[in-house]
C-alpha cells in the first residue's frame, strides 16, 4: 500500500500564481485533512473533509480552497499566492475521528 | 484554541527519562500524540480518550488528567530513536475543534 501520497515534493511560486497540491489516499479512509507547518507553529490545519462531497474550514483557511470529488483524493489549492504562505504542506487521512492518522511526506512550498 | 506543551526543547543522554505535558484551556474529550523527525512526516504514537485508560506503547506511555485538562508523555529510557519533535493534538468533543501544540523537540545523544 502506497498509504498517503502527495505530489508534489517542492515547489516554487511566484507571487500572484496558482498551483494546486494533490492528496491521495489507497486506504479508503473517510477522514482527509491539510496542514501547514511554519517553524515554532506546530501543524495548523486548513481544511478537513469528512467524506466524499464534505469539506470544511480548520484553523487557517484564507487563500486556500478544497473540494473531495472521490474519497480518494483531497486536493489543495493556491488561489492566488503570497509569500507568506511558503511552508511546508502535509495532507493526513484516517478512518474517523479519534484514530490514527496517516501523513504524506509534504510539500515544502516556497513563494517567491 | 492551541494547546501549550512543556518544556519546549530537552536534552537528554541515552537511557535517561523524559516527560513531555500538553494543557489546555478548554475541556477536553480527546488527546492525540504524535512524533516527528526531521524532514520527515509526523508519526502516530497514540490516542487518549476522555474517561479512558492510561495507554503505553513499549517504552513510551501517556496519562491524560480529564480534570486538570492535561496530558503527559512519558519516555522511559529513552533510546537515540527516540529524538525528534513531539506534537500533542487535542479535541473539545468527538471530530471537533483538533488543535496541535507547538512541539517538544527531543534530542537524545549517546
Known amino acids: 500500500n502506497a498509504g498517503v501520497t502527495q505530489t508534489p515534493k517542492f515547489q516554487v511560486l511566484k507571487t500572484g500564481q496558482s498551483m494546486t497540491l494533490q492528496c491521495a489516499q489507497d486506504m479508503n479512509h473517510e477522514y482527509m485533512s491539510w496542514y501547514r507547518q511554519d517553524p515554532g507553529m506546530g501543524l495548523r490545519l486548513i481544511h478537513y473533509?469528512?467524506?466524499?462531497?464534505?469539506?470544511d474550514q480548520g484553523e487557517v483557511p484564507n487563500g486556500y480552497n478544497v473540494s473531495r470529488s472521490t474519497t480518494e483524493d483531497f486536493p489543495l489549492r493556491l488561489l492566488s499566492a503570497a509569500p507568506s504562505q511558503t511552508s511546508v504542506y502535509f495532507c493526513?487521512?484516517?478512518?474517523?475521528?479519534?484514530?490514527?492518522?496517516?501523513f504524506g511526506q509534504g510539500t515544502r512550498l516556497t513563494v517567491v | 484554541q492551541q494547546p501549550v506543551q512543556s518544556p519546549q526543547a530537552v536534552i537528554l543522554r541515552e537511557g535517561e527519562d523524559a516527560v513531555i505535558n500538553c494543557s489546555s484551556s478548554?475541556?477536553?474529550?480527546?488527546v492525540h500524540w504524535y512524533r516527528q523527525k526531521h524532514g520527515e512526516a509526523p508519526v502516530f504514537l497514540m490516542i487518549?480518550?476522555?474517561?479512558?485508560e492510561q495507554k503505553g506503547h513499549d517504552k513510551i506511555s501517556a496519562s491524560f488528567n480529564e480534570k486538570k485538562q492535561q496530558s503527559s508523555l512519558y519516555l522511559t529510557a529513552s533510546q537515540l530513536s527516540y529524538s525528534g519533535t513531539y506534537f500533542c493534538?487535542?479535541?473539545?468533543?468527538?471530530?471537533?475543534?483538533?488543535?496541535f501544540g507547538p512541539g517538544t523537540r527531543l534530542s537524545v545523544l549517546p
Open positions: 493526513a487521512s484516517s478512518y474517523g475521528a479519534n484514530t490514527e492518522a496517516f
Open positions: 473533509s469528512v467524506g466524499a462531497g464534505i469539506t
Open positions: 478548554k475541556a477536553l474529550y480527546s
Open positions: 487518549l480518550l476522555k474517561g479512558g
Open positions: 493534538g487535542t479535541e473539545i468533543d468527538y471530530g471537533q475543534n483538533f488543535v
